[in-house]
């Protein structure tokens, strides 16, 4: 199975988890103070920026953005023109 496929079905995975109707009405507070869906929410946006990190770094596209010549932007130079009135 592919890098890519594997951080597709993490994914996959994470949508499916996403929906937490076994959390819902269950009074248990998590370090007293926060609902446990409500934790359970913090983990699993824990999980999905670690899902991106994946993403970015085994799905993104090689040479994407590397400069080439032809596409460089052009460069500012930090000198007035020559016939600007600041260069007279």
């Known amino acids: 199975m592919s890098k ?3 951080v597709l079905s993490y ?3 994470l949508a499916v988890l996403h929906q937490d109707f076994w959390w819902r ?3 248990t507070l998590v370090f007293g103070v926060l609902p446990i869906s409500l934790a359970y929410h ?3 946006t824990l999980f999905v920026a670690v899902g ?3 993403a970015g770094r085994y ?3 090689v040479g994407l953005d590397a400069d ?3 596409d460089a932007a ?3 130079s930090s000198s007035p023109p020559v016939d600007s009135p600041a260069a007279r």
């Open 68 to 70: 080439s010549d032809s």
């Open 52 to 54: 991106w990190f994946l």
């Open 74 to 76: 052009p460069t500012v």
């Open 11 to 13: 994914f996959v995975v």
């Open 25 to 27: 009405g269950d009074p």
């Open 42 to 44: 913090v983990a699993w």
């Open 59 to 61: 799905c993104w596209p």
């Open 4 to 6: 890519r496929a594997l």
